[in-house]
């Protein structure tokens, strides 16, 4: 390229008030159908430029607006790119974000080709930010109707704007159990002694901003659907138009065991939680029960923080079930190299109390007789849907108390919808629906869910019922532990058989979960942007991925 590659074109251009700059960033033949490139568009400020198929050429921001990962090393799909982290994806035409996690678009750049270059026109403004809220509509006074969301994880953060952004100007009415806004909840096992208000998704202005009602403290006890009421704990009756039941799940405790309501034992669901374990943790013996991804982020985090950290869990090795023996073998040394002592194919039986305090937990008896000592017991064994003030509400649940919906998140209730954890939803991959409505505890499918059940019913109550969202989302989630990011596409429940590639010893790996001779979900590690691109794969009616040709080359569905 020339020396006008990286450098403003002739002379800033005004429009109106707006301030533009217009660069050649690039040559034509330099970005080749399917191709992702990221461009100076001026000094230090950098641009994701992407050639579809087709040949269409767009440009947006160049890190994700969720943790800054370089969009350029991520998956690009159908007129979108996908993250290589986190698995959000936004918009190559506006930036508009299409899956999550985050709650942002990208800034969107306009471009044209010019005797075989690349140019590309951006307001000033929008290269000085990556992050770009969607447009949504505001508050109308005079439109009477209420929708209530119950809950304020990410489902009902994702809820309320999604309403705003398909064109709903009512009353919205966000109740949240906590006493502090919707927060990044994540971060919490992997940051404990952080605060809400540092991870807070949104802040009071934005909410007040778009004319979202927010209740801090609001816990729902009962609903009336006859009558299109929630009730709260301490008597409150607040009316709704539609209501979307996103009230998540709660940590399963450890009060049926003998000694399980001693002093200091502990479940990890919310900041107060989080805070209150990494403070009296702090120099103590903790013992973690449970060996799946709550108690295995904990007891990363509590290395070198507590005197000693054990961890007893019912699988041989952590995230068996979930990634199969191998990978949980390779994850279990990293533990074991930490220092940190695992009790594989054990349960507890009772928490023994201290002699000198009769009211505080001093030891955790195994059911093989083994007692260890313990100042501290966080329990991660799982977690139950909050769904019991749903019980004579005429909403159907799930065997497991699960809020049953269809492909646009509305329950067997007219006008009531459901998202995020406390849900059973069709998961539809390859373009095929699965046999079952599934609960998928993952933040990145309950901001999906809430998503959907923002526009529809947003379309329910403009009574457009053919305008109603529909749930076509992959499932991504990922772990981090001691500075290293596992990362999980798709859905492997019931696999029968696991593939795997790459190095286990070296941590470098991507494993394929099969069944019935298909690849229907990925697990990797030092190998992005595989997840990425398995999930993108998974999104559309796309070919199968086949046992068979992976054991001939098991990059080959990359090249469909």
């Given at each position: 390229?020339?020396?006008m590659s990286?450098?403003?074109?002739?002379a800033?251009?005004t429009?109106?008030?707006?301030?533009f700059?217009e660069a050649?960033?690039?040559?034509?033949?330099d970005l080749?159908?399917?191709?992702?490139k990221e461009v100076?568009v001026?000094?230090?400020?950098?641009?994701?430029l992407?050639?579809s198929k087709g040949g269409?050429?767009n440009?947006i921001?160049?890190?994700?607006s969720?943790?800054?990962?370089?969009l350029?090393?991520g998956?690009?799909g159908d007129g979108?790119?996908?993250?290589?982290?986190?698995g959000?994806c936004?918009?190559?035409a506006?930036?508009?974000?299409?899956?999550?996690?985050?709650?942002?678009?990208?800034p969107?750049y306009?471009?044209?080709?010019?005797d075989?270059?690349?140019?590309?026109?951006?307001?000033?403004?929008?290269?000085?930010?990556?992050k770009?809220?969607?447009?949504?509509?505001?508050?109308?006074?005079?439109n009477?109707?209420?929708?209530v969301?119950?809950g304020?994880?990410?489902a009902g953060?994702t809820?309320?704007e999604?309403?705003?952004?398909a064109?709903?100007s009512?009353?919205?009415i966000?109740l949240?159990a906590?006493d502090c806004l919707?927060?990044?909840?994540?971060k919490?096992s992997?940051?404990l002694?952080t605060?809400a208000a540092?991870i807070a998704?949104?802040d009071?202005?934005?909410y007040?901003?778009?004319?979202i009602d927010v209740?801090?403290g609001?816990?729902?006890e009962?609903?009336?659907?006859?009558?299109?009421?929630?009730t709260?704990?301490?008597?409150?009756?607040?009316s709704?138009?539609a209501?979307?039941?996103a009230?998540g799940?709660?940590a399963?405790?450890?009060q049926?065991l003998?000694?399980?309501n001693?002093?200091?034992i502990f479940?990890?669901r919310?900041v107060k939680?989080?805070?209150?374990?990494?403070?009296?943790a702090k120099d103590k013996r903790?013992?973690?029960?449970?060996?799946?991804?709550?108690?295995?982020e904990v007891a990363?985090y509590?290395?070198?923080k507590a005197?000693?950290?054990?961890?007893?869990?019912r699988s041989s090795a952590?995230?068996?079930a979930?990634l199969g023996a191998?990978?949980?073998g390779?994850?279990l040394?990293l533990?074991t190299?930490?220092g940190?002592?695992?009790?594989?194919g054990?349960?507890?039986?009772?928490?023994?109390?201290?002699n000198?305090?009769q009211?505080?937990?001093?030891?955790?008896r195994l059911?093989d007789?083994r007692?260890l000592?313990?100042d501290?017991?966080i329990?991660?064994?799982?977690a139950?849907?909050?769904?019991?003030?749903l019980k004579?509400?005429s909403?159907?649940?799930?065997?497991?108390?699960?809020?049953?919906?269809d492909?646009n998140?509305?329950?067997?209730v007219?006008g009531?919808f459901a998202a995020?954890?406390?849900t059973?939803?069709?998961?539809s991959l390859?373009g095929?629906?699965?046999a079952?409505p599934?609960?998928i505890?993952?933040?990145q499918?309950?901001?999906?869910?809430?998503k959907?059940?923002g526009r529809?019913?947003?379309?329910?109550l403009?009574d457009q019922p053919?305008d109603?969202?529909v749930?076509?989302a992959?499932?991504?989630?990922w772990t981090?532990?001691?500075?290293k990011s596992i990362?999980y596409a798709?859905?492997?429940?019931?696999?029968?058989?696991?593939h795997l590639?790459?190095?286990?010893?070296?941590?470098?790996?991507v494993?394929?979960?099969l069944?019935?001779?298909?690849?229907?979900?990925?697990?990797s590690?030092?190998?992005?942007?595989v997840a990425a691109?398995?999930a993108?794969?998974?999104s559309?009616?796309?070919?199968?991925i086949t046992k068979e040709?992976?054991?001939q080359?098991?990059t080959?569905w990359?090249k469909?």
């Amino acid at each position: 390229m020339g020396s006008m590659s990286c450098k403003e074109k002739a002379a800033t251009m005004t429009a109106g008030s707006e301030d533009f700059l217009e660069a050649v960033v690039a040559e034509s033949a330099d970005l080749a159908e399917g191709q992702m490139k990221e461009v100076e568009v001026a000094e230090n400020v950098k641009i994701l430029l992407a050639r579809s198929k087709g040949g269409t050429v767009n440009a947006i921001g160049a890190k994700c607006s969720h943790y800054g990962a370089p969009l350029v090393k991520g998956a690009l799909g159908d007129g979108r790119v996908r993250c290589p982290w986190h698995g959000a994806c936004f918009n190559l035409a506006t930036g508009d974000i299409e899956d999550f996690p985050g709650l942002d678009g990208v800034p969107s750049y306009e471009v044209r080709e010019l005797d075989g270059k690349i140019v590309v026109r951006a307001r000033r403004k929008d290269l000085q930010s990556n992050k770009r809220t969607c447009h949504m509509v505001p508050k109308d006074e005079n439109n009477k109707k209420t929708a209530v969301i119950i809950g304020g994880g990410a489902a009902g953060a994702t809820c309320v704007e999604s309403l705003r952004q398909a064109g709903f100007s009512g009353r919205i009415i966000l109740l949240c159990a906590e006493d502090c806004l919707p927060y990044d909840r994540p971060k919490l096992s992997k940051a404990l002694d952080t605060d809400a208000a540092k991870i807070a998704l949104r802040d009071g202005k934005f909410y007040q901003d778009n004319g979202i009602d927010v209740r801090l403290g609001a816990v729902a006890e009962a609903v009336n659907a006859a009558e299109k009421t929630v009730t709260l704990v301490g008597g409150e009756i607040v009316s709704f138009d539609a209501l979307v039941v996103a009230s998540g799940s709660m940590a399963r405790g450890v009060q049926n065991l003998p000694g399980g309501n001693l002093k200091n034992i502990f479940t990890l669901r919310t900041v107060k939680d989080a805070n209150q374990i990494a403070s009296i943790a702090k120099d103590k013996r903790a013992v973690i029960i449970g060996n799946s991804f709550i108690g295995m982020e904990v007891a990363a985090y509590l290395k070198g923080k507590a005197a000693s950290v054990v961890v007893v869990g019912r699988s041989s090795a952590p995230f068996e079930a979930v990634l199969g023996a191998d990978v949980a073998g390779a994850v279990l040394r990293l533990f074991t190299d930490a220092g940190i002592e695992h009790l594989g194919g054990r349960q507890v039986s009772a928490f023994e109390p201290d002699n000198n305090n009769q009211e505080q937990v001093s030891g955790v008896r195994l059911d093989d007789g083994r007692l260890l000592d313990a100042d501290i017991v966080i329990a991660g064994i799982g977690a139950t849907p909050c769904t019991a003030f749903l019980k004579n509400s005429s909403v159907e649940l799930d065997k497991n108390d699960c809020v049953i919906v269809d492909q646009n998140m509305q329950t067997n209730v007219k006008g009531i919808f459901a998202a995020g954890d406390v849900t059973a939803a069709p998961l539809s991959l390859n373009g095929e629906m699965l046999a079952a409505p599934v609960n998928i505890g993952h933040w990145q499918l309950s901001h999906f869910h809430g998503k959907v059940a923002g526009r529809s019913v947003a379309a329910f109550l403009a009574d457009q019922p053919q305008d109603l969202a529909v749930l076509d989302a992959v499932p991504f989630f990922w772990t981090m532990l001691f500075g290293k990011s596992i990362r999980y596409a798709g859905y492997g429940a019931g696999f029968e058989e696991v593939h795997l590639t790459g190095d286990l010893t070296q941590l470098q790996f991507v494993a394929y979960y099969l069944k019935a001779g298909k690849a229907v979900a990925v697990a990797s590690l030092n190998s992005d942007p595989v997840a990425a691109q398995f999930a993108e794969h998974l999104s559309g009616k796309r070919p199968t991925i086949t046992k068979e040709k992976l054991l001939q080359d098991h990059t080959y569905w990359l090249k469909l």
